[in-house]
């Protein structure tokens, strides 16, 4: 037994009423919701804050109205059952989270930490403890859970392959599309260094530099290859993004796009636009631009030194016509092969358009070397290469520009090229180096031409006629008109300067009308003179472009009727290169006009691609056998045979032959020997312009010979 006196008494009633104080202030004041409730659901005491919780204005407000906890607060009535459940096991529970209805009947969710009180016997009395509204944290959670779903999502149903590396190198996650795209299962890679499965050895330094880069903090995105898992070498475009927490970068996101389609849609575009579609050879476009890297690369270096080659076939024309398009495509394809395999992986071979090849030789230590390419090419292209019908040789002209310093655009250095090419053509030289003379003829080519186009609108043209003389009679036959240009500041400049240049502008055309035209008014002219209208002849040149107009026949007629001589006076020339075009349109032309009554003759002959079976069928009277034959003396043997030869088939034939070029008299006495018909050239006379020529005629009319003993 205790013995307590009253002081002691009353001293423990103060520290108990003190207690009592604390625990009340704390109850009432506590920012967080307390209670006691019963085991059957109705509240034994609740504080203020847990009123406001629930959207009561006062604890006892709040007790009365809830008689039933399980069905009036929980939203899931089952959730009491699991917290008596949680209770009656363990005693207490802790962080019970749970939806319940205010009374405003709004919901909310709660977090409840609580113990059951027991009495003697063990029973629960009731159950006292803390609420605390979360809900504004579970909204939170809702938020993030969403997030988590979505990006859950996204990272397994994106179309690209994404793969989460720690910063140890390892892999933490990969999605469908990266098993997919690269072959390996996540649940086999994760853990191991993915640069071991998928990058190639050959970029490890450069993936080691996009790592530094993005733990840097840095976004890097680049077009990379990466191995697959039967590696197979796949081009991506990789993104490589940092995972920042706290500030700090905790591993990297990459995201690989496979891009083999669009590389090869890149490919086949690039293809398109700088190569060639039928060789595979680079283009005018992509020659271009390497041939102004290596002017660029040349001022850089003193000790570069490059060369520009133009390569055009000789007759590519003739193989497209006789043989068809095909077989011509089929050789420039071989050509083509025949460059790449002549020159080093450092240069480029490419081809600029129809039958046109460019090359670039670059770091040449001397002309030697390029010489040595020039004579590998030629060697190759001489040999019989076969187009599907047939075996054919080609060969190319080549220009060559060397002295490539000088040059400050590639404009200028291709011009000259082709300027050397076309100069290798003409003199029929299997190439020519490029050097400035060419260049000022070129100047003055570009200035004829120009005054060409304007030579016929100022009468600058006129005709000087060389007198045609028959062998048999020594009389004067005829005349051919021959077409000479007195330019006002030039003088007069010979037909070899300016008839080349009207056929490839195609001025030749309506210069060689006016001269048939001027021809025929001439000869009808003298007609009057002498009262005589078929005592003479007049032979005009035809160019092959002239003959092949579709109103050539038309534009004859008309010069006829005009001028109303006698068709059978007029001696129309073609060359044979004539021959060679459309056969049955040459044929055709040519017997229309034979029908007409105007007489044909074959210029040069000898010299182009006649044959027996052609003359045999062309409807021609004569033959003019080329000056070659009668005026060089070196092969002086052979010429006679062959002019004897070429006599003896006309007579055959029942063709007229004219010999060209006569110059002395043991000329003229073996062309009379061997029966040839007529003979024209300066031993005769030159030809001469419209006065002298009205002055020989005046003599001859009078004499009725002509002046020279014959």
């Not at 490839?504 to 021809?519: C, D, H, R, S």
């Not at 009262?531 to 038309?554: G, H, R, T």
């Not at 029966?675 to 009205?694: H, I, R, T």
């Amino acid at each position: 037994m205790f013995n307590l006196n009253s002081s002691d008494i009353q001293e423990k009633i103060k520290i108990l009423q003190e207690a009592e104080r604390k625990y009340r202030s704390i109850f009432e004041n506590a920012v967080y919701g307390i209670f006691r409730t019963t085991p059957e659901g109705y509240y034994l005491e609740a504080n203020p804050s847990l009123a406001r919780i629930y959207g009561f204005e006062h604890p006892d407000i709040m007790m009365r109205y809830f008689r039933d906890i399980k069905h009036q607060l929980y939203l899931e009535p089952t959730r009491r059952d699991d917290f008596k459940l949680l209770m009656d096991i363990h005693g207490e529970v802790f962080n019970f989270e749970s939806p319940i209805r205010k009374k405003d009947g709004s919901i909310i969710w709660i977090s409840e930490n609580a113990r059951a009180e027991k009495n003697e016997s063990g029973e629960i009395m009731y159950y006292e403890g803390t609420v605390v509204d979360i809900t504004e944290r579970k909204k939170i959670e809702s938020e993030l859970n969403k997030q988590q779903v979505y990006y859950k999502q996204l990272f397994e149903n994106t179309p690209q392959a994404i793969v989460l590396i720690d910063n140890n190198r390892n892999v933490v996650e990969a999605n469908k599309s990266f098993e997919k795209l690269f072959g390996y299962r996540a649940i086999d890679i994760k853990g191991f260094g993915i640069r071991s499965f998928i990058v190639p050895d050959e970029m490890m330094t450069e993936c080691e530099s996009y790592r530094k880069n993005v733990l840097n903090g840095n976004i890097v995105k680049k077009e990379t290859l990466r191995y697959s898992k039967n590696k197979r070498l796949i081009p991506v475009l990789m993104l490589a993004i940092p995972v920042i927490i706290d500030n700090f970068v905790q591993g990297i996101y990459y995201i690989y796009e496979d891009i083999t389609e669009r590389k090869a849609y890149e490919e086949a575009i690039i293809r398109k636009a700088f190569y060639d579609s039928l060789t595979g050879l680079p283009n005018r476009t992509l020659f271009m631009d390497r041939l102004k890297r290596a002017i660029e690369r040349g001022k850089r270096r003193n000790d570069y030194r490059f060369a520009v080659i133009m390569i055009d076939l000789n007759k590519f024309k003739l193989v497209n016509d006789t043989l068809g398009h095909l077989a011509g495509d089929r050789l420039l394809i071989n050509i083509a092969k025949v460059l790449e395999s002549s020159i080093r992986a450092i240069d480029t071979a490419a081809r600029l358009g129809g039958d046109e090849f460019a090359l670039i030789l670059e770091e040449l230590k001397d002309r030697s070397e390029l010489l040595a390419i020039v004579e590998r090419i030629q060697c190759l292209m001489q040999k019989p290469i076969n187009i599907g019908c047939k075996d054919i040789v080609s060969s190319g002209s080549i220009g060559i520009v060397w002295k490539t310093q000088e040059y400050k655009n590639p404009e200028e250095i291709l011009r000259d090229a082709d300027i050397a090419m076309y100069k290798a053509k003409e003199q029929a030289e299997s190439y020519i180096f490029f050097n400035s003379y060419m260049q000022r003829e070129i100047a003055e080519k570009t200035a004829i031409e120009t005054d060409l186009r304007e030579a016929l609108n100022k009468n600058e043209f006129k005709l000087h006629y060389q007198p045609i003389i028959s062998l048999n009679s020594g009389l004067l036959d005829g005349f051919e008109a021959l077409l000479r240009w007195y330019h006002p500041i030039r003088g007069i400049i010979p037909p070899v300067k300016f008839i080349p240049l009207a056929e490839e502008t195609g001025l030749i055309i309506p210069i060689g009308n006016w001269v048939l035209k001027e021809a025929c008014k001439q000869l009808k002219y003298w007609d009057g003179l002498y009262a005589k209208d078929d005592f003479l002849s007049i032979s005009v040149n035809v160019s092959c472009k002239q003959f092949m107009q579709s109103n050539f026949i038309e534009q004859v007629k008309d010069i006829l009727n005009q001028t109303s001589i006698n068709p059978n006076r007029l001696w129309l020339e073609i060359t044979e290169s004539v021959i060679i075009n459309d056969y049955t349109v040459v044929i055709n032309t040519m017997k229309c006009l034979k029908n007409m009554g105007i007489r044909l003759s074959i210029d040069d002959f000898g010299t182009g691609y006649s044959s027996l079976n052609y003359l045999c069928e062309l409807p021609v009277d004569c033959l003019k056998i080329d000056r070659s034959f009668i005026s060089n003396q070196k092969e002086l043997s052979n010429n006679l045979h062959i002019v004897k030869t070429i006599i003896n088939m006309a007579k055959t034939l029942g063709l007229k032959v004219v010999a060209e070029g006569v110059e002395d008299i043991s000329q003229l006495t073996d062309l009379k020997k061997n029966q040839c018909d007529k003979a024209q050239g300066y031993y005769f006379s030159k030809p001469l312009d419209v006065e002298s020529a009205g002055i020989l005629i005046a003599k001859m009319v009078t004499s009725n010979q002509f002046n020279q003993n014959i």
